[in-house]
């Protein structure tokens, strides 16, 4: 562990002492002045390796995961529930086992920030880990709609507070070359998850009881993700905001290599000191200078939700037996387009920017939602009809 004891009196006298931030920056501002008089600028030493921290990033990804299998895994098998649970026929209540998830992964979301920063990212992974292996278990072993539906509140608490961490987690422990990469496989891992839920739904038609073994299998993801996440590091950034800096030092030389974490320590040192300074109350977000950007990024989301893409992931199969279609094959495409589209983006994240890809993604929505909409037209023949839908459902 790199420390600076002898060179800087007492700044990291212990492994667990907190310091403030701004005696680490001008500690390391002195140390590198020193440094250059007697070396000279000092060499580049280039980027951290990206293989230290992408073992750390696939574990956060996880949630991610969970999110895309829990948001689908009814898709396939709603029907058998219903069936096996006397509730067949029903629309309300199968309604009710997809929005209860929804509804308990809102009350999730509303407090995935403040857990984030109370007991810090490993341990929040850890608490939305607990509701999904509760939730999951319940809504395996139920035998009536009561308690699938109080399966499903568990499990959506759990995926309300996991991604959201899943992300801000990611875009700290991320050298900051391939932090749009690793980004983008938080959005990889949902895809991974749905397309997972649905080749796993498939034999619950045929088989009695099947789905139950699909609610079980979600388990062992979300108990790897509250285990592994004990050897991951702590986000750097949390823990210099709470005065941890030795151990941010610590996490940094696990993530980055011993020979970055001293300007990665005086970049989140500035950071943190800038966020201290720069401190926004919340009627700013609101209505004050930062509300347009807050307005522009939560508007990204709704629109996204007004396409109705959530409604494909979980009610495509009975639309595609409505329409004659062969539904297995019909999800397993879907699953298929949805993380093609991922992985695409992945790809020309870091080389397009953010910007051109959202603009590029929202036109192709547009048309696949006007596809989707001329489709039921009386001047459309019904052969054409049923490429239509489909081809703008997989477009979505």
């Not at 920056?25 to 030493?45: M, P, Q, R, V």
């Not at 790897?224 to 750097?236: I, W």
């Not at 005065?243 to 320590?265: C, D, I, N, P, W």
């Not at 939560?298 to 979980?314: H, P």
Request: net charge positive; glycine share 12%.
């Amino acid at each position: 562990m790199f420390t600076m004891r002898g060179r800087h009196g007492d700044i990291a006298s212990s492994r667990y002492k907190r310091v403030p931030s701004s005696d680490f920056i001008d500690a390391y501002d002195k140390e590198e002045s020193s440094e250059h008089l007697l070396k000279g600028t000092g060499k580049d030493i280039g980027h951290p390796s990206w293989r230290r921290s992408l073992v750390h990033v696939l574990v956060a990804t996880l949630s991610s995961f969970l999110f895309g299998y829990h948001i689908s895994v009814v898709n396939e098998t709603l029907e058998s529930i219903s069936l096996d649970l006397s509730f067949s026929g029903n629309t309300m209540a199968e309604g009710l086992v997809v929005s209860t998830c929804l509804g308990g992964a809102f009350i999730g979301s509303m407090f995935s920030g403040w857990i984030a920063d109370g007991v810090g990212r490993r341990r929040a992974f850890q608490l939305c880990a607990l509701p999904m292996i509760i939730g999951a278990s319940i809504s395996a072993t139920t035998k009536d709609l009561k308690g699938m539906l109080l399966g499903r509140f568990f499990v959506g608490t759990g995926i309300g507070i996991g991604p959201p961490v899943a992300a801000l987690y990611v875009s700290e422990v991320s050298p900051a070359h391939v932090r749009g990469t690793y980004g983008s496989l938080t959005q990889i891992s949902t895809g991974l998850g749905i397309m997972g839920s649905l080749f796993i739904g498939i034999p619950a038609k045929e088989t009695l009881g099947w789905w139950r073994i699909c609610f079980w299998v979600s388990a062992v993801p979300a108990a790897a993700l509250a285990l592994f996440m004990e050897f991951c590091a702590e986000s750097p950034h949390w823990l210099l905001k709470r005065g941890r800096s030795a151990e941010a030092e610590t996490a940094l030389e696990k993530l980055l290599g011993g020979s970055h974490v001293k300007f990665a320590m005086v970049e989140l040192s500035k950071s943190d000191r800038g966020d201290e300074a720069d401190k926004v109350k919340l009627s700013e977000l609101l209505y004050g200078r930062h509300f347009r950007v807050v307005f522009i990024g939560s508007a990204l989301f709704v629109l996204q939700q007004l396409s109705g893409i959530n409604a494909v992931f979980y009610f495509s199969s009975t639309v595609f037996k409505n329409a004659g279609v062969p539904s297995k094959s019909a999800n397993i495409c879907i699953g298929i387009f949805n993380l093609s589209g991922s992985v695409i983006a992945t790809l020309l994240m870091d080389k397009l920017g953010r910007k051109l890809l959202l603009i590029g993604s929202f036109s192709g929505m547009a048309v696949s939602m006007g596809l989707q909409a001329i489709a039921p037209s009386p001047f459309v023949p019904r052969t054409a009809a049923l490429y239509l839908s489909v081809g703008g459902m997989l477009m979505l």
